[in-house]
């Protein structure tokens, strides 16, 4: 599933998986859930919404049964961040 990364309220990223009508939210503080049985219609006003996290509030998470997990961290995203910050000699092995 691809994710689109928003930042709004405590929303952090967003994807939708259409064939498995299953919307997946991340949050802020790195856990995460996924919704099925979400319709295309309701991913597509969230994923457009200038208020995404109120949206989110009043339509997805009351309205639709979710399964908490935790967000997947990008490796290399990580790998880029230690390399950005690693001292010049490190990579030397001295």
Do not use: C, H
Request: glycine fraction near 10%; hydrophobic fraction near 35%; charged fraction near 35%.
């Amino acid at each position: 599933m691809e994710m689109k990364r928003i930042n709004a309220g405590k929303l952090r990223a967003i994807g939708y998986e259409p064939r498995e009508r299953q919307l997946r939210v991340e949050f802020d503080d790195g856990s995460a859930i996924d919704y099925s049985g979400v319709g295309a219609e309701v991913w597509r006003r969230l994923s457009t919404s200038a208020s995404a996290w109120s949206y989110y509030r009043d339509n997805i998470e009351e309205e639709f049964s979710g399964r908490r997990g935790v967000a997947k961290t990008e490796k290399k995203s990580m790998a880029a961040l230690e390399d950005l910050f690693r001292a010049p000699d490190e990579d030397k092995g001295g």
